[in-house]
């Protein structure tokens, strides 16, 4: 595939300042090139969606913002600082929460204390207070749960607990890393559900998801990542209507 397949005449992401914006990243894991001058922008407000195979390099995208690999070229920008090079607790107070692929909860620690961990870095008490309220309206079964051990939840719950740790950080920008992944299908509707309600409540979000056209129909615009390059990008819509988006990532 190529950019001009499916990019819109007017590219939507060059409409205003970008919240979160990559230049040119390469990235290695040892001799090993996993991206390969990634270019992409994130506006504020938006949904965005990141496609393609296992390996493609999504993940790694997003560990790259969030400050957990180093890029070894390009830069990394919030609101236009760069914060390429920053450690993940610095970029993690800059704005940036990860929900990463696995939920990586800690499982010997209560629900609660796991979101206490998302607020580690903040000293506002008050505003806490008004965050764990939050989640806690979001996800009416976190507080349910909220003294259970977070290894004794299901799959669905963790997930949950996963997406209020980072938003206990009160992000500028939300990366979320295959948030429907082994859930129920009626667990996945409801989690995609918190996630356009968070959206609508001011936060941006950078979503990978294995189920393309569930992140197509909820995202704005999209890339396409393959073998750790951007193959394509534009509009949720012009991306669904692709014949070959269609054929290698939503089995038509």
Do not use: W
């Not at 990235?27 to 390996?55: M, W």
């Not at 609101?79 to 704005?95: M, V």
């Not at 890339?223 to 939503?250: H, I």
């Amino acid at each position: 595939m190529t950019t001009a397949e499916v990019a819109p005449a007017r590219d939507p992401a060059l409409e205003g300042a970008p919240v979160l914006e990559l230049r040119d990243v390469d990235v290695f894991y040892g001799r090993t090139q996993a991206l390969r001058g990634v270019s992409l922008i994130v506006n504020e407000g938006e949904i965005v969606a990141l496609i393609g195979s296992n390996g493609a390099g999504k993940s790694t995208t997003l560990r790259t913002i969030s400050g957990l690999v180093r890029p070894a070229k390009g830069e990394v920008l919030l609101r236009g600082e760069r914060i390429s090079g920053f450690g993940s607790e610095k970029i993690a107070r800059l704005g940036v929460g990860h929900a990463p692929e696995g939920r990586r909860l800690f499982s010997r620690l209560t629900v609660r204390e796991n979101l206490e961990m998302g607020a580690y870095s903040r000293r506002d008490r008050a505003g806490i207070r008004t965050d764990f309220d939050r989640v806690y309206e979001l996800f009416p079964r976190v507080k349910e749960r909220s003294r259970q051990l977070a290894g004794s939840l299901s799959g669905g719950e963790q997930q949950m607990v996963a997406i209020g740790r980072a938003l206990m950080a009160r992000p500028t920008v939300l990366l979320l890393d295959e948030p429907s992944l082994g859930l129920a299908p009626i667990v996945v509707d409801a989690v995609f559900a918190v996630i356009r309600e968070i959206n609508q409540g001011g936060t941006t979000v950078l979503l990978i998801e294995q189920n393309a056209l569930l992140a197509l129909n909820t995202a704005r615009r999209g890339y396409v990542l393959e073998n750790g390059e951007v193959a394509t990008k534009g509009s949720a819509e012009e991306l669904l209507n692709s014949p070959d988006v269609q054929r290698a990532y939503l089995g038509m």
